[in-house]
């Protein structure tokens, strides 16, 4: 009986241990120093708007 409530409870928190820590890189990556950001700010990899 233990091990049929048991399997379901720790499939939940092994699922949400994962997505806490998907979501914790996601943020840490996007708010990161500029150093370790991807993006650049003074040189956008694509110029909307512009018809040059």
């Given amino acids: 009986m233990s091990n ?3 399997a ?3 499939s939940l ?3 949400g241990v ?3 820590a998907s979501v914790v890189g ?3 990556t996007l708010t990161s120093a500029p150093s370790e950001s991807p993006a ?3 040189s956008p990899e ?3 708007g512009t018809t040059e």
Wanted: proline share 5%.
């Fill in 4 to 6: 049929n409530i048991l």
């Fill in 8 to 10: 379901p409870v720790a």
């Fill in 13 to 15: 928190v092994a699922g």
């Fill in 18 to 20: 994962l997505a806490s």
């Fill in 26 to 28: 996601l943020v840490t």
């Fill in 40 to 42: 650049n700010v003074e």
């Fill in 46 to 48: 694509y110029n909307y």
